[in-house]
């Protein structure tokens, strides 16, 4: 059975729509939604969906971690829940989990929207997965028994995803799931200039290399988004901000 984590805060607009998608799949799962204290109507959408709630304190690290540790299922995939899950995507994770060298893996990713840059980075996903690099928006699975041994993923204020996955490739052989590829959100990068969002990431990247404080990266990373100025592409309307 495949456990289906999904780390939320303040996702009532995106839930049901991920959820709805889940239950439909013929393959047999259980869906763990772990609440980072949502103030809006996550957690009843969520019960009233008939899945499995859990309540933690904000932060996708743990919130993931808790959710592991109420899974049952001797697979475990971790979503967010603003992703839209490929019809049969559970069905892929299964067939591609029958070869019993293959430890884990994630999805081909695809960012919705229709700008220049969301059709730049679902090229450049691709490329640095086959550099064995993927982030948890790309729906990231594993073995329940390789996902203990590694320690599981960490309670961390940023940059979890990566270091699990890290984590991940150098414990065996994991796969990418091309076809169907799994659709996630641009919306962390709206108003938001390229230029600025590259840079941010190569010096998270860097610094989290370097061993510097997770804290300290997601304190840099919020203040980082909070002093970039709108983002206006070439011939866009201006827009007054209130």
């Avoid at 259980?30 to 904000?58: H, N, Q, R, Y």
């Avoid at 999805?107 to 450049?124: C, K, Y």
Wanted: charged letters at 20%; hydrophobic letters at 45%.
């Amino acid at each position: 059975m495949i456990s289906v984590i999904i780390p939320t805060l303040n996702e009532g607009a995106n839930l049901p729509r991920l959820l709805a998608t889940l239950s439909a799949e013929p393959t047999a799962s259980e869906i763990i939604v772990a609440d980072g204290g949502s103030v809006d109507d996550t957690g009843a959408i969520a019960l009233g969906a008939g899945v499995k709630v859990i309540t933690t304190a904000p932060g996708r690290g743990g919130q993931i971690r808790a959710g592991a540790e109420a899974a049952g299922g001797d697979i475990l995939l971790f979503l967010h829940a603003d992703s839209v899950f490929p019809t049969g995507g559970l069905a892929g994770i299964e067939e591609a989990l029958s070869d019993q060298r293959i430890i884990g893996g994630n999805f081909r990713l695809h960012f919705d929207g229709a700008s220049g840059f969301a059709r730049w980075l679902t090229g450049f996903y691709a490329f640095i997965r086959r550099l064995g690099l993927y982030y948890g928006d790309s729906g990231v699975f594993v073995r329940r028994g390789v996902y203990d041994a590694l320690g599981g993923v960490r309670p961390i204020a940023l940059m979890e995803d990566f270091d699990f996955n890290r984590r991940l490739e150098r414990a065996g052989p994991t796969c990418c799931i091309a076809s169907p590829p799994l659709v996630t959100s641009s919306r962390r990068f709206e108003g938001r200039h390229p230029l600025a969002i590259i840079w941010g990431w190569l010096r998270i990247h860097a610094l989290f290399y370097l061993h510097a404080s997770p804290r300290r990266l997601a304190r840099l990373y919020d203040s980082e988004r909070a002093q970039e100025r709108p983002y206006r592409p070439a011939g866009a309307p201006f827009k007054a901000q209130s």
